[in-house]
């Protein structure tokens, strides 16, 4: 099964970017988040859109 979400490291790692510039993707709403207990989590597919280029 894939993955479903992904923490805010691992969003980082699966686009070569660092933390900093992933929080600003979620800023900008270009990432879509929610949260998971007391964790922050990046959906599957809003990393998805935005590698297609559709975000």
Sequence with gaps: ???LAYSITDTAKALSLG???VYALIAEGRLE????????LVKA?????L???QA
Aim: hydrophobic residues 25%; positive net charge.
């Design 19 to 21: 933390r900093t510039s």
């Design 51 to 53: 590698v297609d280029g």
């Design 45 to 49: 597919e809003s990393i998805r859109r």
């Design 33 to 40: 988040t929610f949260k998971f207990g007391s964790r922050r």
């Design 1 to 3: 099964m894939d993955k």
